[in-house]
C-alpha cells in the first residue's frame, strides 16, 4: 500500500530579508512574511507529509498563535512532521516540488535546495525532484508580490526488522474466507498484493483477483492493520487419469506475501491452511503451478513435482501452453496420485 500526500503554500513578499527558501537563503532585496520563517518550500513539503500519513497539517502542528513558533526555522519544523510521519510507520519514496516565483530566478539555488532538503529528511537527493516556474507577469506571482510552492509526496510503510517481520507473522490470524464474504476493500487490497508480489501479471491484478475467470472457492488471507499481507486461493479443477477416471482436486493458487514480511514463515501458514481446508471439502489431490525458481520451497513443503505427462486442456479440448510453470501435487490423504498421463481441465483456461 501506497500513500500520496499533497501541500501548497503561498507567502507574501516584503522588503527586508533574509529569503529562505528550500532551507537555502537566497540573495534578494526582498523576504517572505510569516510567523516562522516563512518558507513556503518547506511548508509546502510538510504539509504533503502530514497529508499523505493523515496527520492533519502544518498549522495544527506549529500554530501561529505559539509564541515558540515566532521565526522558527522551517527546517526544524519540516524534521519534526517527517518524524511524526516515520512514528506512523511511513517513509518517503519520493517528492516532487514546484516553486513557484517571478523573481528571484530558483535555477541557480535548485541543486542547493535539493541537497538542503535531502540532509533534512535523511533521504537521497534522487528522491526529491524540484522545479521553478514564474508567473508570466500575470496575478500574485507575477507582479512579485508572492512566492508559492506545490509539493506531493509518495509514501511508501517502512519495512520491519527481520525478528519484527517474524514476530508479526507467527502472531497474525489468518481468515478463511469464501468468494461471497470478499468486500470490495478486501478485493481491492489483494489485487494491490498481487501486483506487487506478480508484476508481470499486474495487468491482470488491477481489474480481478484471478489469473483466469475462475472464481476461488475460498481465500486464506492474512489482514494486518488496513491491508492484507499475505493470501493463497484455490479453484476446482478436474483432472483425468489414462484409465478415464476424473477427480476435482483443489488448485491452489495466488499464493504471495508481502515483500516486507517475507522470510518469516508466513507462506508456509497459508499454504498450510489452504490445503488443510481443500482436504476438509474431500479433495484427494491439490496441484499448483509455479516458476521453476520456486520450485525448492514447495518442495520443503511438501509438495512434489508432476512429471511432464501433466497437460492442461480448456473447454474446447484444446492443449493449453503451460509457459515455463512447472507443475506440482500435493496428496492430501493416503491415495496416491494416479500414475501415468494426467490431464487437467478447466472451462477458464484459453
Known amino acids: 500500500m501506497f500513500r500520496i500526500g499533497i501541500g501548497h503554500d503561498l507567502h507574501r513578499l516584503i522588503d ?4 529562505i ?11 517572505l512574511l510569516g510567523h516562522s520563517d516563512a518558507d513556503a518550500v518547506l511548508h509546502a513539503a510538510a ?3 502530514l497529508g499523505g500519513a493523515g496527520l492533519g497539517d502544518i498549522g495544527e502542528f506549529f500554530p501561529d498563535t505559539d509564541p515558540a513558533n515566532k521565526d522558527r526555522d522551517s527546517g526544524e519544523m519540516l524534521q519534526i512532521v517527517y518524524q511524526a510521519v516515520q512514528n506512523a510507520g511511513w517513509q518517503i519514496g519520493n517528492i516532487d516540488i514546484i516553486i513557484f516565483a517571478e523573481k528571484p530566478k530558483i535555477s541557480p539555488y535548485k541543486e542547493t535546495m535539493r541537497q538542503r532538503i535531502a540532509e533534512l529528511l535523511s533521504i537521497d537527493p534522487t528522491q526529491i525532484g524540484l522545479k521553478a516556474k514564474t508567473g508570466e507577469k500575470i496575478g500574485i506571482i507575477g507582479r512579485e508580490e508572492a512566492v508559492a510552492a506545490e509539493c506531493a509526496v509518495l509514501l511508501q510503510p517502512i519495512p520491519p526488522k527481520p525478528d519484527h517481520a517474524r514476530n508479526i507473522s507467527e502472531a497474525l490470524p489468518l481468515r478463511m474466507i469464501s468468494e461471497n464474504e470478499i468486500t470490495p476493500v478486501m478485493d481491492l487490497s489483494v489485487r494491490e498484493l498481487l ?9 491482470i491484478f488491477q481489474h480481478r483477483r484471478m489469473w483466469h475467470h475462475t472464481p476461488p472457492i475460498f481465500s486464506v488471507i492474512a489482514p494486518l492493520e488496513e491491508r492484507i499481507i499475505g493470501h493463497a486461493a484455490a479453484v476446482v479443477r478436474t483432472i483425468t ?8 482436486v483443489a488448485s491452489i493458487q495466488g499464493v504471495c506475501v508481502d515483500p516486507q514480511y517475507r522470510n518469516s514463515g508466513l507462506a508456509h501458514r497459508l499454504l498450510s491452511a489452504a490445503l488443510e481446508e481443500s482436504a476438509r471439502r474431500g479433495f484427494l489431490f491439490a496441484i499448483l503451478f509455479c516458476k521453476e525458481s520456486l520450485v525448492p520451497f514447495y518442495e520443503s513443503q511438501g509438495w512434489k513435482l508432476a512429471d511432464d505427462s501433466m497437460v492442461m486442456w480448456n473447454s474446447r479440448d484444446l492443449p493449453v501452453a503451460m509457459r515455463s510453470n512447472c507443475p506440482m501435487y500435493y496428496e492430501l490423504s493416503d491415495v496416491p496420485l494416479p500414475e501415468g498421463p494426467l490431464d487437467v481441465h478447466s472451462p477458464s483456461w484459453e
Open 47 to 49: 504539509d504533503a507529509l
Open 16 to 19: 527586508g530579508t533574509p529569503l
Open 241 to 248: 487419469t489414462t484409465w478415464n477416471f476424473r477427480y476435482n
Open 195 to 203: 501486483c506487487r508480489c506478480f508484476p508481470d501479471w499486474s495487468a
Open 21 to 31: 527558501l528550500g532551507g537555502v537563503r537566497i540573495a534578494h532585496t526582498k523576504k
